[in-house]
């Protein structure tokens, strides 16, 4: 079974701090993603990534940047965490017959 | 701008109902995604639909893609209280190699027993 793991289920971070989110995958998959989800308006793409090193911007990248240093490795940083940055972050990876695997989910909270 | 519109964004229907979700989508693409996401989990994949007049059914739902339209439709038959979830669709601009992936805001569905 493909997997897609993320680090922390929850995050409690304070305003101001740097904050990095992990997503592994274990499946050799070229193209990850990193999304937040809010009620109401569903999932928001963050930033992509289709190799090594490659990163694109999504939808809303302002306020966050990432780092792909291994093709199983897509981390999502939050430079300096503010309060509107309080969301449900999902990483997912695209796998063969196009299909998107996702991880848990990281519910994080700015305070 | 890539933008992927559904509706409804609510839905309460009865037990044994058919309905339909649809997603519009507003630049070329010829793939797109149905997700299902229940409460406090992440997103499970329905299915992936690759070329214009797909049609895909997996139990009491069946997805389809008109490109030419920019349309997909969720079509659910007699409907069950398990299949109460948030479900998503998710158009793919795939440029060489980068595939962006840009999901609608969901439907909530709620089947009442």
């Known amino acids: 079974d493909v997997k897609v793991t993320q680090s922390s289920r929850y995050l409690v971070k304070r305003t101001g701090e740097k904050v990095f989110l992990e997503c592994v995958q274990d499946m050799d998959h070229e193209n990850m993603f990193w999304y937040r989800q809010d009620p109401g308006l569903g999932l928001r793409l963050i930033y992509f990534s289709y190799d090594v090193k490659m990163k694109e911007k999504g939808d809303i990248p302002e306020g966050y940047s990432v780092s792909r240093e291994k093709k199983e490795r897509f981390s999502l940083i939050l430079e300096s965490a503010s309060t509107n940055q309080t969301s449900m972050y999902l990483c997912?990876?695209?796998?063969?017959?196009?299909?998107?695997?996702f991880g848990a989910g990281t519910r994080l909270s700015v305070l | 701008e890539l933008k992927v519109e559904q509706n409804p964004l609510f839905l309460s229907m009865q037990e044994g109902k058919n309905y339909t979700i649809y997603c519009n989508y507003s630049?070329?693409?010829?793939?797109l995604y149905w997700y299902r996401q229940d409460p406090g989990k992440s997103l499970e994949s329905l299915f992936v639909l690759l070329s214009n007049g797909a049609v895909k059914q997996e139990g009491r739902l069946m997805a389809s893609l008109d490109t030419k339209a920019r349309l997909s439709t969720l079509h659910i038959t007699a409907a069950v209280h398990d299949l109460s979830a948030t479900y998503f669709c998710?158009?793919?601009?795939?440029?060489?190699?980068?595939?962006?992936?840009?999901f609608g805001k969901g439907t909530r569905l709620h089947i009442l027993p």
């Open positions: 630049t070329t693409s010829d793939r």
């Open positions: 997912a990876s695209l796998g063969m017959k196009n299909i998107q695997y």
């Open positions: 998710a158009v793919d601009i795939a440029m060489n190699r980068d595939d962006k992936i840009i």
